[in-house]
């Protein structure tokens, strides 16, 4: 069981919008400590994609953005595209557990 | 550019021991704060250990605390992991991953990760 939990899997058609949710609480998001998050690709080392909430990295395309309200975060990624299907992680840190934690990861797979 | 290379993984039997290390190259090492990362074969990932920039400080997941040693030689730009009394399900690629910026809580550079399977 995680502490931030996502959905484990959204899909989308090429061109659409999508969003992955990240549900955290009072000891982690709610009290304001940053989300980030990544994409990982079969058979390769994860890769930051938003950080601090809602920056991206140089070389990460617009079309990724990030929101954060109360103790949940979003990752959105628009005009979808076939190169998008990968495994999503939300990160944060935890005032209770004083540790980094990880989502369960989220699958998006373009239709 | 940023390099990250983990190395010392392989095959070891239930309570034995594994050092990992991690060599960094492409920015100024002893100014950023190092973790390790593993995951589980087709699991999600699992944050270890983190080793301030000056290596005066180390932090652990409860996975990892008595167990596992993170360290680093800031005059070899390199980092370590000594894992001890191995258990089957330690078993996973390990990553080490930099700080995005001092004391922040993002991973912004990620190895290749290195593979600890753990089995008799």
């Known amino acids: 069981q995680s502490v931030l939990t996502q959905p484990p899997s959204v899909s989308g058609a090429p061109g659409q919008r999508v969003t992955i949710s990240c549900t955290g609480s009072?000891?982690?998001?709610?009290?304001?400590?940053?989300v980030n998050w990544y994409q990982q690709f079969p058979g390769t080392a994860p890769k930051l994609v938003i950080y601090d909430n809602n920056n991206r990295p140089s070389g990460v395309p617009d079309r990724f953005s990030g929101s954060k309200s109360g103790t949940s975060a979003s990752l959105a990624i628009t005009g979808l595209q076939a190169e998008d299907e990968a495994d999503y992680y939300c990160?944060?840190?935890?005032?209770?557990?004083?540790?980094?934690?990880f989502g369960g990861g989220t699958r998006l797979t373009v239709l | 550019q940023v390099q990250l290379v983990e190395s010392g993984g392989g095959v070891v039997q239930p309570g034995k021991s594994l050092r990992l290390s991690c060599a960094a190259s492409?920015?100024?090492?002893?100014?950023?704060?190092m973790h390790w990362v593993r995951q589980a074969p087709g699991k999600g990932l699992e944050w270890l250990a983190l080793?301030?920039?000056?290596?005066?400080?180390?932090f652990y997941a409860d996975s990892a605390q008595g167990r596992f040693i993170i360290s680093r030689d800031n005059s070899r730009n390199t980092i370590y992991l000594q894992m001890n009394s191995l258990r089957t399900d330690d078993t996973a690629l390990y990553y080490c991953?930099?700080?995005?910026?001092?004391?922040?809580?993002?991973?912004?550079?990620w190895g290749q990760g290195i593979l600890v399977t753990v089995s008799s």
């Open positions: 080793t301030r920039n000056d290596g005066t400080e180390e």
């Open positions: 009072n000891s982690n998001i709610g009290v304001g400590y940053p």
């Open positions: 492409g920015f100024i090492f002893s100014n950023y704060g």
């Open positions: 991953a930099k700080d995005g910026n001092q004391g922040s809580s993002w991973f912004d550079y």
């Open positions: 990160q944060s840190f935890d005032m209770s557990l004083s540790d980094s934690v």
